[in-house]
């Protein structure tokens, strides 16, 4: 890939606890392209929101970036001050929230908080804020938009106020977008309405995202490559239908044989044998070898493997014949 948007090496954050070290990312690398989505899945406690809130610098104490590199449009985003951090949030960068009744303020109309939001970091009048506000509203799908920006949040159904969280993020055309699990609260018709929309969005502004998910099947569907984390780490990334199609990794072919679609009708489902590893206490080599029936005394050991942008996973006994590790 030339010249990503954004490029994620090494990115490790960790949260210092009375109890220890939470090392809920651990070496995380990947590059996003102009108007690509990424899909990043997997179980809840993988690391999934933390890397999304490490790329906007986020975390809150006991939390903090203990290594790696985060670069936006080439400017180091890591080194920032909370003050430089502020100007690009929103403008160049921007997130999701997948509740949106944390994101909105109740007091405030709709109209209100977009114009703030443009505020932030252009001065515009009263009269071209409201026309970019109501022409975002019409793009995420809000009708009567001119209307609906004196209408407060709670006027709204769930997936109107998840329509208005997005049409705020975009109020700038940001280069990224970042989105956590912003449509699992919804039904699946209006989840494919949005899913829908995102990527004609991300088609027509150039905006790249990076969509959060713990459901491979939605995010399969709208993301063109995937990135499957398990305990703090990408195990396997690449392109969606090769990933699918052929995972080499134990833990991605796991989700996608747990899958509804891929059953059977009247037979049980495929489960991935035991939990997830607490952070506090990873075992010496790979998080995944105790629930892997692949697994050998190699496995101990931590794996040393690079994983490229293109296509990689992080197991010495990938699936499928004549499978080699990336190095």
């Given at each position: 890939m030339t010249n990503p948007v954004l490029s994620v090496t090494n990115l490790s954050t960790h949260f210092f606890t009375r109890n220890g070290v939470v090392k809920a990312v651990d070496g995380v690398s990947f590059d996003l392209a102009r108007g690509e989505i990424m899909g990043l899945v997997g179980e809840s406690g993988s690391g999934k929101t933390v890397t999304g809130f490490s790329l906007l610098g986020l975390v809150d104490a006991p939390g903090r970036i203990v290594e790696g590199s985060v670069k936006l449009n080439g400017t180091e985003l890591t080194t920032l001050s909370e003050k430089e951090l502020r100007t690009r949030r929103g403008?160049?960068?921007?997130?999701?929230?997948?509740?949106?009744?944390?994101?909105?303020?109740?007091?405030?109309?709709?109209?209100?908080?977009?114009?703030?939001?443009i505020d932030a970091h252009e001065r515009l009048s009263a009269r071209a804020a409201n026309a970019r506000a109501a022409e975002l509203l019409t793009q995420v799908g809000i009708p009567s938009a001119s209307v609906r920006l004196r209408s407060y949040p709670h006027e709204f159904s769930g997936g109107m106020r998840q329509r208005v969280a997005i049409a705020i993020a975009l109020l700038h055309r940001p280069t990224v977008i970042v989105a956590d699990e912003p449509t699992t609260a919804l039904d699946v018709s209006i989840q494919a309405q949005i899913l829908f929309q995102m990527r004609d969005l991300a088609r027509e502004t150039g905006t790249a995202m990076i969509w959060i998910s713990h459901d491979l099947a939605v995010v399969s569907s709208l993301a063109s490559k995937l990135a499957v984390m398990y305990a703090g780490r990408i195990v396997e990334q690449g392109p969606t239908a090769n990933l699918l199609r052929d995972p080499r990794h134990p833990y991605t072919a796991g989700l996608i044989a747990s899958l509804p679609a891929t059953a059977k009708p009247g037979t049980p489902l495929t489960q991935i044998p035991g939990a997830t590893p607490s952070l506090?206490?990873?075992?010496?080599?790979?998080?995944?070898?105790?629930?892997?029936?692949?697994?050998?005394?190699?496995?101990?050991?931590?794996?040393?493997?690079?994983?490229?942008?293109?296509?990689?996973?992080?197991?010495?006994?990938?699936?499928?014949?004549?499978?080699?590790?990336?190095?």
């Open positions: 403008r160049e960068i921007s997130m999701i929230f997948q509740d949106p009744i944390a994101t909105l303020n109740p007091m405030l109309t709709i109209g209100q908080q977009m114009r703030m939001a506090l206490s990873l075992p010496p080599g790979c998080p995944f070898e105790p629930r892997c029936n692949h697994a050998t005394g190699r496995c101990g050991t931590e794996p040393n493997i690079t994983l490229k942008d293109s296509r990689g996973w992080r197991c010495f006994h990938p699936i499928g014949q004549n499978a080699e590790v990336l190095t």
